[in-house]
């Protein structure tokens, strides 16, 4: 039996070189009880919508995830997309055997890690598209809670404050963002495990900023590891969502800027690993940006890119980051804290993060959607310096660390009950329509060539390319992907509306009272106040020419426009009325099928 002697490791691993009287010690689990058991309990909160719809639908339960986002039904069509095996640049909603078509780099083929992070174990464990949704959340809300725990143990050094703080980062992130008691609401309650962006790569903010801190704060060789890592995962970061690394980049710049004033000693220290994480981050930024010049020429029309100086300073994550502000500022003056000492240039920095990013525009002239960045990431970021803030000052405050426990429990689980009741008007329909997709995809697995559906319910539009293979007529997300023009959407959304009987008196009823209506028609920017601050709502004038282009349109509607996509089938919510005669102009149904509450028909194009 051969032998090594660990003094052969120790020349070549210095971690392993023991010091006088060092031991060497193996991962403490103890050190991290607190914060495994934070994250069951944040498992367990987030997890209600989801036990809500299993219960409510008992036995009848198809195996649905429950939305927290509308917008999660686009990405778990991606992702259904590349577990079938499509290309990179694929568009889930349109046919790959479309003639010519070419779909060019969109949001989804260059944020591709996190998908493509979700799609490899699925694809070797056989899991559908659902199912992986369904075990992503636990399983993100877990390791963001212990990513989180991990850099305020680092930050504060106590660990109860720590794990008390995963609660009230995770749980509470929409009080720094939007009321959750409010009728009018836009977020999400647990809008960080909105799936898969941001939730994959969410915790890897926290590990970034972790990084840093390390980087920054130790004073041996392990500070260069730190900061190659930190520039790594920046990297990541980069390729997994635009909100994510730009507000990484964000608050690294204001911990560093504020390190360097008040740190004057450590300058040099601070400026050879601010140059280490930017470096590294600049070689994975080079062919992001490569990826970006080869973007669709309407992308940045269809995602309401505005080009803007204005300034932005009245958020609600701003004004709670000035009064963090403020009160360090205040303490520092009466002595109570050391404005030098790293734990205040950190919560300093989350505080002043805000005003970066919702202000970024007064230099580079260019805003994209700000919204996002206070429901997905920067609210967290605030919540974490005000908890940096509080163990700063917790000893003059006197509040119990199980009094900011029992709050945020009670805010998650309200939210989340809430969110559960709010959804179900969602939830429920797409469960049972479960059955009618598993229908189209048994039926359609016999043809040779697959045609398009039509589904009367634009939330099945919506919901159909998550678990079948069957391309959509149109969808609600169609202008996500840049492989249908705008014209072609619009030809296509008439076609829908033909087939189904809608007539243009009420084209133009519901272009004036439906906001669906108005974005299927003029593009999101011009349905959605909250995309844009230089919003032009839909005026009566642009809604007349749109009905004269419709009544236009149906009256020459001709064979050669009812081959240009042709139909395979027909979803139809039963006992609803509808008009057919349009579609039985051009195509013969056949009996049709009942699955749940709907009706599936298969319909053939006429022969001449």
């Known amino acids: 039996m051969i032998s090594i002697k660990p003094s052969i490791f120790r020349r070549f691993v210095p971690a392993l070189r023991r010091r006088p009287g060092a031991t060497l010690r193996s991962f403490d689990l103890k050190k ?129 404050i720590a794990a008390v703080g995963v609660l009230l980062v995770l749980l509470c992130g929409r009080l720094v963002s939007e009321n959750p008691f409010v009728s009018l609401q836009f977020y999400g309650s647990f809008a960080f495990l909105r799936r898969y962006i941001p939730a994959v790569p969410f915790p890897l903010f926290f590990v970034f900023c972790g990084a840093v801190w390390r980087a920054f704060t130790i004073q041996s060789r392990r500070a260069l590891v730190w900061a190659i890592a930190a520039g790594l995962i920046f990297g990541v970061l980069v390729f997994s969502y635009f909100y994510l690394w730009t507000a990484a980049a964000a608050w690294l710049f204001c911990f560093s800027l504020i390190w360097l004033i008040a740190r004057p000693t450590e300058r040099l220290h ?212 840049e492989s249908t023009g705008s014209d072609e959407r619009l030809e296509r959304f008439y076609q829908y509306l033909y087939y189904l009987g809608v007539d243009a008196k009420s084209l133009e009823m519901d272009l004036q009272n439906s906001p669906q209506t108005r974005a299927a028609v003029f593009g999101l920017p011009r349905a959605n106040a909250v995309l844009s601050s230089n919003f032009q709502p839909v005026s009566a004038n642009e809604i007349d020419a749109q009905v004269r282009s419709y009544s236009a349109y149906i009256a020459a509607f001709s064979r050669e426009q009812a081959s240009r996509w042709r139909l395979s089938y027909v979803i139809l919510i039963d006992e609803t009325p509808y008009d057919l005669s349009n579609l039985d102009r051009w195509y013969v149904r056949d009996e049709g099928q009942r699955a749940e509450d709907s009706i599936i028909y298969s319909v053939r194009l006429r022969t001449e």
């Open 270 to 481: 601070a400026l050879f690993y601010m140059s280490l994480v930017g470096g590294t981050s600049l070689c994975t930024l080079i062919p992001y940006f490569y990826l970006l010049s080869l973007r669709a020429k309407t992308t940045d029309t269809s995602q309401a890119l505005e080009y803007t100086h204005a300034p932005d300073l009245f958020r609600i994550c701003e004004i709670v980051g000035l009064l963090i502000l403020l009160a360090l500022a205040w303490q520092a003056r009466r002595k109570t804290i050391n404005w030098r000492s790293p734990r205040v240039v950190f919560a300093a920095s989350c505080a002043a993060a805000p005003f970066l990013v919702f202000n970024q525009q007064v230099l580079t002239g260019r805003s994209l959607q700000p919204f996002h960045y206070e429901q997905f990431i920067i609210n967290y970021v605030v919540l974490v310096g005000l908890v940096a803030t509080y163990q700063l000052l917790w000893r003059q405050l006197k509040i119990r660390l199980a009094v900011w426990m029992i709050f945020a429990l009670l805010v998650g689980i309200a939210t989340a009950l809430k969110e559960a009741h709010d959804n179900a008007p969602l939830n429920m329909p797409r469960d049972q329509a479960e059955q009618v997709f598993k229908r189209i995809e048994t039926l359609s697995s016999q043809l040779p060539d697959r045609g398009f559906a039509i589904s009367s319910s634009t939330l099945l539009a919506a919901s159909a390319p998550t678990s079948c293979s069957v391309p959509e007529l149109w969808s609600p997300h169609m202008y996500l992907y």
């Open 32 to 160: 991290w009880k607190f914060g495994v058991l934070a994250g069951i309990v944040v498992v367990v909160v987030t997890a209600i919508p989801q036990i809500n719809i299993i219960v409510r639908r008992g036995n009848d339960w198809q195996g649905s995830y429950a939305l927290i986002d509308y917008d999660e039904l686009v990405y778990s069509s991606y992702t259904h997309s590349l577990i079938e095996g499509r290309p990179r640049r694929n568009d889930p909603y349109s046919s790959p055997k479309e003639p010519g078509k070419e779909v060019e780099e969109n949001l989804f083929s260059i944020q591709f890690l996190p998908a493509y992070a979700m799609v490899l174990p699925a694809r070797i464990l056989g899991l559908s598209t659902s199912t992986a949704f369904i075990l992503l959340l636990p399983l993100m809300a877990f390791a963001s809670s212990l990513a989180l725990f991990w850099l305020l143990t680092q930050v504060t050094g106590d660990q109860k």
